[in-house]
């Protein structure tokens, strides 16, 4: 067997994720890797922490980027908040809803599963009468920005819910950090957990999280270990935090952090919410354009998520044809439908570095001469 290196093609990404990156970003990650515990690099890691607590909009100090993708943020906040025993109201709206009832099942807790349609986004009603009903949760999960059906629901209200209740609020935050307005502090989140390769358009690997003080209370308080030696942020937190006193835990993803540092100065610099400004305007553009090719969005207005539409693949049209379709003859890349959509919608991401006009233009024209040539 000959090998050769690996050169792949500029592919455009407009799936759910990994999404376009940026060549500032790609040429950060190319710089001499430097020891873990190199002082330089420690300060560094102290810009990410304060670039990601400013991404949150959060004073937490319990803010940092896990070594492993958005994933192992998701079992971070389960695996160090829960006990066996505990009780987690889940809303289920999508795939990503149904992993968090998985995650809480794998921690000996009880879920109760609070579902909406897909779609749509999770209803804060429904919410507040599983809260009602029962007085023993101590917790409520739910995803801001469910990429599996493109909805967005209501973080705050939902957070809101959770507090009266005297619950923790678990939110995952993968796709919707960068792309849509994010207020960890002002909404009350307990546990946020993103990833890098969504709307920070970073490479995938790296799952950046946030605990409210009030959760790293409940993490210390807790009379047992978390059962994840590896996600365990009692011990993950002194690696990421006391300057100069830094103690080993694992070796980071040095290179990979330089383009997380990288991706969040690109964000800094452009201002956040012209970033959650440039992802509306580039979704309207989208939009106006499918509807001008007749193409249908699942989500009802004003419950869409602007960086993942979702669309129905119209009667008669090969799913499968179109998608390589755009591949091979545009380097373009669109998501699948998940689940209950797979075969039946596309998901179309406009993410981070990926949401601009051209990337737009591109897609609209590929995809009206797919529908008519592929
Ligand atoms: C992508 C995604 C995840 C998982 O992130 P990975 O980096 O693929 O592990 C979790 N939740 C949501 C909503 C996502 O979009």
Redesign the pocket.
Known sequence: MIIKSFNPPRRILMG??PTDISPQVLSALSRPTLGHLDPLFVGMMDEVKWMLQQTFITKNEATLAIS???????EACFVNLLSPGDTVIVCRN?V?GG?MVENVERCGAHAIVVDDPWGRAVSAEKLEAALKQHPEAGYVAF??????TGALSDAKALCQLAQQHHCLSIV?M??SLGGVPVYVDEWGVDAA?S????CLSCV??L?PVSFSPRAVEHILRRPHKSQSWFLDQSLVMHYWSGSGKRTYHHTAPVNSLYGLHEALLRLQDEGIENAWARHEAMHQRLVSGLNTLGLKLVVPEGERLPQ?NTVWIPEGKDDQRIRSYLLNQYNLEIGAGLGEFAGKAWRIGVMGYGARNENIALCLSALEDALENA
């Open positions: 759910p994720g492993a993708p958005g994933s192992a943020g998701m999508g990503f992993r995803v801001h920005a469910e990429t599996s995952d993968v796709t957990y990833g890098s390769q969504k995938p690997g799952a993942l």
